[in-house]
């Protein structure tokens, strides 16, 4: 296998010379019925990667499929399947997709399967939740748990965190909810203070998740609760449970109620299948609800296997995004999903995204001259119509959109007004946006133009179910792997994390060393 | 007074040969004691901006001084205070400031003085509040109102909700929390459905918010909380209170309880200070919080009159950044406050920002030839740092970053753990992170290494007040209205929100006309 810096492959260069003689302007002329139906991908779940709307053509698709073959990018998929080490900067495999299925060779480390491990810890967590919800499991003082807290920052806070926002109204409607899930992820003491004023403790069971067991804002936000737990008579032990591995300090400990294993393998922002995300997910909405969401997920890992990109949605949308960022010179992408359910979503891939491959060096760990990650952000259609899409429509830089849309609403609650219900306005916005943003309009006056030819993609499905969801995140996860096969990155270590980490550690000290440092927390009041 | 385009200035040729010279690794260097004390900029409320870890220098600040002036940008602030047609597209006044108070010419229209609207309506409002938390006015059932719902998109929700949310600490440390607030925006049936399965409706009052009386989503909604409100055996005029133009259809109308003015000179992004935040949060806070929020707004009003850029916060803010954006080519900036409360603030500043200069005409309504606003994004930290902070250390683009950060708590309760509290905490990782972004870090591995230079601006405070927040939020407005003069744009229409309105419109018809608007249509199930 080949690990190649992207501008030193022949398609490079190739798409180097197609930007030159690119006309963006010829979106709007070519977007018609054939070519919308014709730039359709199913690809797990019901979902479909719809990409007429994007800069593509026959030539540049035929490009696209050389690059994909030329990095071999399915091939590097395959063997980050097989359990090699991708994740070269720490040495780790990478292994989030066995959490929802085996698609590879078996992976054994010291004599354990690892598939087979990580489905136990689904079974047990899922029991657990089961025990919890039948009442057979309760707290300290023998009041039902009717509400879990997650302590955790990262991805074990915003994968999860979205994932649980975009099953309650599912929930709710498919009489699946259990329990209500709350969130601490901020040091910032109001975090955590707001939640604990807003629940009931003996009611209430955390999960404390963190994966070394030594993450500063978690540990002091277990105290925060810890302290309020027994302010309140309550016994800690009864009323947390840990989500971390086996090697850290908060594995096999009689401190919590029971814990859950994942692995170094798992990296944080890639967690949202794992116990990180199962076990929260399982106690509010059920484990058979979490299982549905791995189905999902596993369906688009194996749709990211075929080689021919226009069958292959993440492949696919991973392509035009390279294609966007390195010759097309767009610095960032936006999220809108037309679901209030996402809401939380564009921040969990900002996360996934901007992690994963805003970096300056190759997988050796040498520079690179090329860029890499985009900016992602942002939020629910329609609101964001009403918000930043002035710039996009109208700004001096291109920002390429990814559009989400399902046909049903969550909740099926609508109203009637002026001859539609809410949920075929929010769909009609949709649809007339990704009109507007391509076609552009004419106009004398030229601030009431549109230039037009703005790129975007929609991913579309009946309904935002826990399949649905879980094909959607694994479509994301692919997406970024596959960008950074292409970039020749190792998109699965976060070093740039370090730095502020370590200097945080100086500014806590009595003397940092650093003059600077030491003068800013004085202006913060620390020192 | 001349409106000259950007790049017409003696000064843009001034800033574009300082650039070829620019070196942004002086950063680190430079960064000390002496010169973080001598770069902040007091500017209302107790609040501070810190520009030490900017790429400044004397020269620097030089050219942008002779910018502001050559751009007579307090001249146009001035003209924009007396009520001079500054939105000139839509030919309307900008009179947001008036809303806290006077500070140029007395502005009156048809005998009347808009100045002492404003207040008139302040008064109203927070008397109307005050005879809800006095029991005075009750439900149609006689129940005391416990929870506000603000039915209201854009404007009318992102400001509101990002200030109510920045209060909630506050107000229940100083026991002034009176009614809880929820918030009903998109158009997504899912979003009312969620927000009314949570509430009491006997306890509830609506503030149905549109300036005009005809945006979709908010009249769309508001007879789905009618529908609610009859369901539930209750009069819906007893229970709904309008913000609005005394023009629209919702104006002087018995369907609602009582009814509150803003005028066509109050922009929605803008709208924050007037009956359109002011009802909510005086429901929720009371109307002497909302008067002392309107007070540091005020304060900051004035900060920003001040010609010397030195001491106009607000004026150096956006002189940096217009710096950064047209002369070093950053194409993003990021706000980062360590404060939980601001969760919701990054996405009111996305709005405000880009919706206000996302622009590519000039205020004459002719194309520029000049980049204007950046994407403007962000979280809490210490929040981000576990996310998107990887790209802004190591990522191949540079991205300013704002930070916010305030010596004390919310609440004050807190946790001591391995000798530091939360809050010190905090602290300490954004003293760390600017530290960090600035000097960066050697190491012979690349991938370890942080090249620095990265520029960051600091706003610092005792508390998060309403007073501060108010100053916070005031500062935002004149930095985009600053930056706005100095691109020549007009900042206050939004143009580029008009073409998918009128695609929506023909989506939702029998037959659009437009076969691409139709089979997408097809696609989201509404055709």
């Known amino acids: 296998m080949k690990f190649l810096d992207f501008n030193k492959t022949a398609s490079y260069k190739k798409l180097l010379k197609t930007a030159k003689k690119f006309k963006?302007?010829?979106?709007?002329?070519?977007?018609?019925?054939?070519?919308?139906?014709?730039?359709?991908t199913p690809f797990a779940a019901g979902l479909c990667y719809n990409w007429a709307a994007k800069h593509s053509s026959t030539s540049l698709l035929t490009t696209l499929q050389e690059l994909a073959d030329e990095q071999e990018l399915i091939e590097k998929y395959k063997l980050l399947l097989d359990g090699e080490v991708m994740n070269t900067g720490e040495k780790r495999r990478v292994l989030h997709h066995l959490l929802r299925g085996q698609l590879g060779k078996n992976v054994v480390e010291k004599g354990n399967d690892l598939g087979a491990f990580y489905k136990k810890e689904f079974e047990r967590y899922s029991a657990f939740a089961g025990a919890v919800h039948s009442g057979k499991i309760r707290g300290s003082t023998g009041e039902t748990f009717t509400t879990a807290v997650q302590i955790g920052i990262g991805g074990s806070d915003l994968g999860p965190r979205a994932l649980y926002h975009a099953l309650e109204g599912w929930a709710e409607t498919e009489n699946k909810r259990k329990l209500k899930a709350l969130f601490i992820s901020n040091v910032d003491p109001d975090d955590g203070a707001?939640?604990?004023?807003?629940?009931?403790?003996a009611e209430t069971l955390f999960i404390l998740v963190s994966k070394s067991g030594t993450t500063q804002e978690t540990l002091a936000n277990e105290l925060f609760v810890k302290a309020k737990l027994i302010k309140s008579g309550l016994e800690p032990s009864k009323h947390i449970v840990a989500v971390t591995s086996e090697t850290s300090p908060l594995a096999h400990n009689k401190d919590y109620l029971d814990s859950f294993y994942i692995d170094d393998y798992i990296g944080g922002r890639y967690s949202g299948t794992s116990a990180v995300g199962g076990v929260v997910l399982s106690l509010a909405f059920g484990g058979e609800t979490f299982g549905a969401l791995l189905e999902g997920a596993h369906e688009a890992d194996k749709n990211a296997l075929i080689p021919n990109i226009s069958?292959?949605?993440?492949?696919?949308?991973?392509l035009f995004g390279v294609w966007e960022r390195n010759f097309l010179g767009y610095g960032a992408t936006a999220v809108l999903p037309y679901s209030q359910a996402l809401i939380r979503f564009p921040a969990h891939l900002q996360q996934l995204d901007m992690e994963s491959n805003g970096k300056s060096v190759n997988r050796f760990g040498k520079a690179i001259k090329y860029v890499t990650g985009p900016v992602i952000f942002g939020e629910p259609g329609t609101n964001g119509q009403h918000s930043f899409y002035q710039l996009l429509h109208q700004g001096t830089s291109i920002i390429?959109?990814?559009?989400?849309?399902?046909?049903?609403?969550?909740?099926?609650?609508?109203?009637?007004?002026?001859?539609?219900?809410?949920?075929?306005?929010?769909?009609?916005?949709?649809a007339a946006q990704i009109v507007a943003f391509a076609k552009g309009k004419a106009d004398s006056n030229p601030n009431k133009a549109f230039s037009g030819g703005r790129p975007s993609s929609l991913i579309y499905g009946q309904r935002l179910t826990p399949q649905a969801l879980g094909a959607l995140l694994a479509h994301f996860e692919n997406k970024v792997m596959f960008q950074g096969f292409i970039?020749?990155?190792?998109?699965?270590?976060?070093?740039?994390?370090?730095?502020?980490?370590?200097?945080?550690?100086?500014?806590?000290?009595?003397?940092?060393?650093?003059?600077?440092?030491?003068?800013?927390?004085?202006?913060?009041?620390?020192?």
Not at 194 to 201: E, G, N, Q
């Open 400 to 430: 390429p959109l990814q559009f989400v849309g399902f046909k049903e609403s969550q909740r099926g609650e609508d109203v009637e007004v002026e001859g539609s219900s809410s949920q075929t306005k929010l769909n009609a916005n949709l």
């Open 487 to 527: 970039w020749n990155l190792n998109s699965f270590d976060q070093e740039g994390v370090q730095l502020g980490k370590a200097l945080t550690k100086k500014a806590l000290s009595a003397d940092s060393g650093d003059a600077a440092l030491d003068e800013y927390a004085r202006l913060l009041g620390i020192k």
């Open 311 to 318: 069958n292959n949605a993440a492949l696919l949308d991973a």
């Open 194 to 201: 707001a939640v604990l004023s807003s629940i009931k403790p």
């Open 24 to 40: 963006p302007l010829e979106l709007g002329s070519v977007l018609d019925t054939a070519r919308i139906r014709g730039c359709s």
